[in-house]
Structures are given as structure tokens and as C-alpha cells.
């Protein structure tokens, strides 16, 4: 049998993996980065933070080994260490869900009502797709889309939603998608849609569900190799 020592320096080992996500804006960062590979400008952006700290906070997820960086001339780059880690984060969301009493609460307090927002799930939507009677828009950023996105899918970033949803088609639904089933930006479009009355929905999680689920996607960017 192995010795007390070693033990409980294993599962210190074990320890640290849970503590670089025992942190709400570093699980941000991990979720942010299930979606691709991101410089540390953007992920201080898309956390609201400054580059300082997030750059403290994704040194802790490197340490722990759950994400890799490369340098491209003055900018550093992030991005998850394997898909297991994407899995990791999946699971540790859904059993928060499951299992953490308040949470309820504050995703509604976040994300709002969704009775009124028509889901689609992704079996329904890939057959959709098959038949060609369906337009399939991705809210999120740009360099998310480039990264991976669902094959067939038109980039219309959120920002600039309601100045371009005047160049989709107007007699065929259209479904949006975004980061996952804790993200606003295709609640916003759809609603967005809704209020200049075309047929929309938006689909049941995201983009990371559907690449796990080994639907068809497309990338526009490969990512650099390890440093």
C-alpha cells in the first residue's frame, strides 16, 4: 500500500485542477475558450476585466493544466488544453444545475424569461439544415465563428445584429445560436426578430453541444501550434 503522504499528495494533485475553476471568472474564461482559441485582450473584454487580471487567472488555469498558450509576435493566445477539459466544464455546469439550490435563481436573474422564446433542438435543426428550409445565424464573435462554427451557418456577431438581420431572407425562419445554454446573445437576436416580425427560434444550448455531439461544422482558422 502506498504511504499516507503520497496519497494525500495525489489527491492534493487533484485538488488543484478544482481550485483553478473554483473561481468565477477563471469558469468564465474556461467557457469563453470552449468556443476556440482567443487572445488576452479579448478574453479581458469578454469578462469585463483588465488584461492584468485576466492574465493572472489564465496563468492559473495553465498551471493547472487546463489551458495551453502560443505567442504570435506581441500577443499571447489562449485556449483549453484537450476537449476533456470542455467536457470538464460541461459536466461541472450541469451538475451545478442539478444540484445547486440557487442557481435556478440566478440564471433567470441573467439570462430572463425564456417562455416565449421557441427552442429548437439540434436533431430537429441538422434535419432543417438537410432540407435547406431553415437560416442558421451565429451571434457570436468573429473570431469565435472562424474557430468552428456549425457548417452552413452565417456570422452575424451581436453587435452588429440589428444593423445586418435586414440582409436575411424574410419568408424563411431563421435559427440563432450562440455559446451555449447560459448565453443571452441568441435570446437578444431572436427577440430582436420577433419584433420585426419574422418567424425565428433560437437553439437549445450551443455551439460547443453541437461540435460534441459530432455534428457537422465548419473552420475558417487553424490555431497556431504549442509553445
Not at 435586414?166 to 427577440?191: K, N, W
Request: with cysteine; charged share 30%.
Amino acid at each position: 500500500m502506498g504511504n499516507r503522504e503520497a496519497k494525500d499528495a495525489l489527491f492534493d494533485g487533484f485538488g488543484d485542477v478544482a481550485k483553478a475553476l473554483g473561481n468565477g471568472r477563471r469558469a468564465e474564461l474556461v467557457d469563453v475558450m470552449v468556443q476556440g482559441e482567443r487572445h488576452v485582450e479579448e478574453l479581458a473584454d469578454e469578462i469585463g476585466q483588465s488584461v492584468a487580471n485576466t492574465s493572472f487567472h489564465l496563468r492559473a488555469l495553465a498551471a493547472a493544466g487546463l489551458a495551453v498558450t502560443r505567442r504570435d509576435k506581441n500577443r499571447v493566445y489562449y485556449r483549453l488544453a484537450s476537449e476533456r477539459v470542455a467536457e470538464l466544464w460541461t459536466a461541472l455546469r450541469d451538475v451545478a444545475a442539478a444540484h445547486h439550490a440557487e442557481l435556478d435563481d440566478l440564471a433567470a436573474a441573467y439570462i430572463g424569461k425564456r417562455e416565449q422564446l421557441d427552442e429548437v433542438s439540434r436533431s430537429e435543426l441538422t434535419k432543417r439544415i438537410a432540407v435547406g428550409d431553415v437560416i442558421v445565424v451565429d451571434v457570436r464573435p468573429a473570431a469565435e465563428f472562424a474557430a468552428g462554427h456549425i457548417a452552413g451557418a452565417r456570422s452575424i456577431p451581436a453587435d452588429r445584429f440589428a444593423k445586418e438581420l435586414r440582409t436575411l431572407p424574410a419568408d424563411v425562419e431563421i435559427v440563432a445560436y450562440c455559446r451555449g445554454p447560459y448565453c443571452v446573445l441568441a435570446d437578444e437576436a431572436v427577440r430582436l426578430l420577433r419584433r420585426r416580425g419574422r418567424t425565428a427560434r433560437r437553439l437549445a444550448d450551443g455551439f460547443p453541444e453541437w461540435r460534441h455531439a459530432r455534428l457537422p461544422i465548419e473552420t475558417v482558422v487553424v490555431s497556431g501550434p504549442t509553445v
